[in-house]
T-cell receptor, first 111, second 112 residues
Framework: LAKTTQPISMDSYEGQEVNITCSHN???????ITWYQQFPSQGPRFIIQ???TKVTNEVASLFIPADRKSSTLSLPRVSLSDTAVYYC????????????FGAGTRLFVKA | EAGVAQSPRYKIIEKRQSVAFWCNPI?????LYWYQQILGQGPKLLIQ????????DSQLPKDRFSAERLKGVDSTLKIQPAKLEDSAVYLC??????????FGPGTRLLVL
């Protein structure tokens, strides 16, 4: 399963756009890219998933280049409540999708 | 729609004691996962069930950890005997589709 690499931490200010990039050099053809958000004392929460190009939902956008060796989670106009840990995962179908969480990126949004 | 339920929310035990955690997944979700999350780290998959069959338990310390999912619904995770390094949050998740997992609030275990 493809290993993912993300920055350990990032700081931002309210109202800014935040881009978190994840590298997954060994991604396979059938792998999906998924991002989760985790607040303290809570379980992770699904944000967005994609296979290629761009995906957008009400929370975030996910940009995936043609080679799929990296992906970028974009959070528009962050607020203090977006302070959390963000995990990039590669999901592989092995008869039930298998995923591995890395250490994640700790985003701290300041006023 | 009700989310993933877990109990207890907190548990404190002494080393060498046993402990059990319970998980009720979202209704209709065939896949159930148990994760261990140590403070400051990402969740680590312990075991994955598809209905009541085990899909992946490669990272489950089978000398002390066991899990079952009878009738393909509820699941229990047991630790016997517990060690100090088992102190962590134990997360249960379930999924219907191929990728999106829905997590419960977790059980925070402290082993003294």
């Amino acid at each position: 399963l493809a290993k993912t690499t993300q920055p350990i931490s990032m700081d931002s200010y309210e109202g800014q756009e935040v881009n978190i990039t994840c590298s997954h050099n060994n991604i396979a053809t059938n792998d999906y890219i998924t991002w989760y958000q985790q607040f303290p004392s809570q379980g992770p929460r699904f944000i967005i998933q994609g296979y290629k190009t761009k995906v957008t939902n009400e929370v975030a956008s996910l940009f995936i280049p043609a080679d799929r060796k990296s992906s970028t989670l974009s959070l528009p106009r962050v607020s203090l409540s977006d302070t959390a840990v963000y995990y990039c995962l590669v999901a592989r179908n092995t008869g039930g999708f298998k995923t591995i969480f890395g250490a994640g990126t700790r985003l701290f949004v300041k006023a | 729609e009700a989310g993933v339920a877990q109990s207890p929310r907190y548990k404190i035990i002494e080393k060498r004691q046993s402990v059990a955690f319970w998980c009720n997944p979202i209704s209709g979700h065939a896949t159930l996962y148990w994760y261990q999350q140590i403070l400051g780290q990402g969740p680590k998959l312990l075991i994955q069930f598809q209905n009541n069959g085990v899909v992946d338990d490669s990272q489950l310390p089978k000398d002390r950890f066991s899990a079952e999912r009878l009738k393909g619904v509820d699941s229990t995770l047991k630790i016997q005997p517990a060690k100090l390094e088992d102190s962590a949050v134990y997360l249960c998740a379930s999924s219907l589709g191929p990728v999106t997992q829905y997590f419960g609030p977790g059980t925070r275990l402290l082993v003294l």
